[in-house]
């Protein structure tokens, strides 16, 4: 029973040998393991040390500036070569505090590492992880200086590798005093400006000794992207970044609390500018944004990698703008240092081929492009949310006839900026020519806002669906406004059959061995309104430009179809009539332009005087010149479009009263076509709108007998269509003034007249048949006498109760006219129960009669225009 055990236990201390082997074993793989990555890691960091030290020995050239990209135009000539200004300066020169500000925000532990640090690389690492793409370079200032060696801003393994053996070979042949020297010469600080020197001068003209703190931080912040945060093209991104940088200083212990928000709350103010030497500046930097945009390649790289970059450029387009915008007569006078702006885009709509642009007055190279600043596009935006939707929906047409009234829409309430105001009936054609805002608030009234909003979408305009889901939006009043790009891109569709257009500016970009980088590719175009909408709204805009219009001033000496905008100055407590904005948008058959003008900060001393008559009139000057020896087109009718014309207006309309018989006589010449009728409407002038009165008439003249004493009329006539249900546009309006009626107490005619009452009622003969008395008329009524038209002074009414009919006969109240029915031989008074107007009208066997009996052509009341 004992052998058992036994031979258990021999088992167990054979195996405990074994185990110590093994971990001896282990032991000694992981000696040699470690030791051969130790031996690894040291030839590898000698063979990095050796390889950045070939490098940088063998590309000591790279210190100079490479090969400049070239620039061509729309016809492939050479424009210009993209030069770099630049001037470098010694470590002793450079500002302590503008050497903090660029370690504090590119390198904070620049002084710790040796050209490469380890824990932004962790970081950069765990930031390209989450984002599951290469965000972050985690490069230190000596890697971004290795960078600037090349022209190379992948971020592949091979391309850091590379970089991260210069930067050791510089960390070894360098100090950092001299390493941070050569960063501040050669880096980018946008607008053609390499080193700092060259930054202080171009954006503060002043020296680098001279700088403030607020501007070191401004300069800082630039490098990250000096597209985005140079502060003359975007002066509030720069301020917003400059924030950044001073918090950064800050918290590394650079500057007090006290320095940093002082720093912060400065704004940028742009130096004056010396004559750019470069050509067409405005239209290259939008180029080079949109190659940036395209390629994939920084500024930098686009000025000095020896790029050909092909454009959409017309010289002779760009020349006349510029020379325009150079032209201080054709702005007005300002009264300091801040001038009148302006902006001008022009599209080949066939192409999408950007011709020309101007970003302002004065334009500095890389500066506010206010082609792309959005601002408040008044009626130049009618278009886009009133009269294009409107007929997108085949309800309206240029002759449909909208209401140009007086109105308030709840607490919005839209006023008609034209010397005659509210008009009443009107064309859509009249409505756009005259700019009539109360008609065209409206139609969009009448269609609905959220129409309107549609058919601005399709345009291409994101406008906030909260905030301007409103009235305001038919007259231009926007959350964020629109820019004159946006606004050539959706009149480009009115002009082109109602399909959209890619504006662009580049063609193609080559290397120097003329290998393509990009080239441009059209995208689909989207048809985003019918050919028969852009069709009629190139008709009602080309009678902007007719005479009457607010477009008069865009007329060249070709077809011209546009629209003009202007919004008020907004300024508190300033109401003199002038204004913020004035636009106009405008194509011919062949090319669409947009001009804005204004202030780029309007206030009380400064505002625009002369409306859009200015950028009408600057369209007409730039176009004309701009388009010689383009082939002139003319604007055609689609070959689905079916115009079904209206019936013509009304002719020789006459309204005269007819004091003998109380009556208002209409008569118009008729109007050509078989079954056609008439309709004829009219307004009181307490009433806001027209209505109308009498329908389907056959007859070329018509009575109104439902008038009343001491009131006034409007009236105008339109021919109707009963086979193609047309109306026609409205004739004149004309005014009929009906007199009050005079009784005189005296008077030997009227024998039973009698005295003035007392106010106790009865004796002043106005005993209205519910027994209330006007105690301050006198006069009895006669006993069925006269004919009937022998009212107390006021016109024989009781204004407190609407103007009861004395002794009724059979009478019939009409609350908006006074009384139309019939009477005996008593006389009846008749008051507007709507609002207690005296009308005493005094109908005689249901036809009201003139007061004195006298013949209406004795007596007939002048007719006068509105």
Known sequence: MAVGPRKANTKRT?????????????????????????????????????????????????????????IYDGQGKEVTRLGANRENVEFAEIPELMRDAVIATEDQRFEKHSGIDLWSI??????????????????????????????????????????????????????????????????????????????????FNTDLKDLKLWQMATLAAIPKAPSTYNPIKNPEKSMERRAVVLQLMFDQGYITKAQMD????????????????????????????????????????????????????????????????????????????????????????????????????????????????????GSSFKPITVYGPAIETGDYFPWSILQDVKTCYGSYCPRDSNRVKYIGPVSMEQSIKESRNASAVWLLNEMGVKTGLAFAENLGFELDKTKDRNLAIGLGGLTYGVTPYQMAKAYSAFANDGKTVDPHALVKITDKDDTSLYEYNAPTSEQVMKPSTSYYMTELMQGVLEKGGTGVNARIDRPVAGKTGTTQNGVPGVKNGYNRDAWFAGYTPEWTAVVWMGYDHTDKDHMIKRSSEQSAAMF????????????????????????????????????????????????????????????????????????????????TGVDDLSIAPGMSYEYYVTAYDPKKDMEGEPSSKLKVDIPEIQINPSDPQNPDQGTPGDGSGGDDGTTPGNGTENPDNGGTPPDGGNNGTTPPDDGGQNPNNGGQPIEPGNGNENGSGGSNGTGGNTGTGSGDTNNGTDDGTTPVNGQPTAPGGEEANKNDTAVTSP
């Open 620 to 699: 007409g000057k730039v176009m004309r010149e701009a388009m010689k020896g383009v082939p002139k087109g003319s604007f055609t009718k689609p070959a689905e479009v079916h115009v079904e014309k209206p019936p013509i207006g009304i002719t020789n309309f006459n309204a005269v009263y007819d004091e003998q018989n109380a009556r208002v006589q209409l008569s118009w010449s008729p109007v050509e076509g078989e079954g056609m009728t008439y309709r004829v409407y009219r307004k009181e002038a307490s009433e806001a709108a027209f209505t109308k009165l009498l329908d389907s008439l056959d007859a």
């Open 262 to 377: 002082e720093a912060k709350a400065v704004k940028y103010e742009p130096v004056e500018q010396d004559k750019n030497t470069e050509t067409y500046t405005a239209f290259i930097d939008y180029a080079l944004d949109e190659a940036e945009r395209v390629s994939g390649l920084t500024e930098e790289q686009m000025r000095i990698g020896g790029y050909k970059i092909f454009t959409t450029l017309n010289t002779q387009a760009q020349s006349v703008m510029e020379r325009e915008f150079e032209d201080d007569n054709n702005f007005e006078k300002s009264v300091d240092a801040q001038k009148e702006q302006g902006a001008m885009i022009i599209v080949d709509h066939r192409s999408g081929e950007i011709q020309g642009l101007v970003g302002g007055r004065d334009y500095a190279n890389k500066g506010t492009n206010r082609v792309l600043i959005p601002r408040q596009p």
């Open 122 to 203: 962790g970081r950069a690492l765990v930031k390209d992880v989450v984002a599951r793409s290469a965000v972050e370079g985690g490069s230190t200032i000596t890697q971004q200086l290795a960078k600037n060696l090349f022209l190379s801003s992948d971020k592949t393994p091979f391309r850091k590798a590379t970089e991260a053996s210069i930067a050791v070979a510089l960390e070894h042949k360098k100090t950092k005093d001299e390493i941070i020297t050569m960063y501040l010469n050669r880096i980018y600080f946008g607008k053609s400006a390499y080193g700092v020197k060259a930054a202080a001068e171009l954006y």
């Open 14 to 70: 054979e195996k405990k040998p074994k185990k110590k082997n093994k971990k001896r074993k282990l032991a000694v793989w992981l000696f040699f393991t470690a030791a051969i990555a130790v031996v690894c890691g040291i030839i590898g960091y000698m063979l990095i040390i050796l390889n950045g030290e070939r490098i940088l020995s063998e590309n000591q050239d790279k210190l100079i500036l490479p090969e400049a990209s070239t």
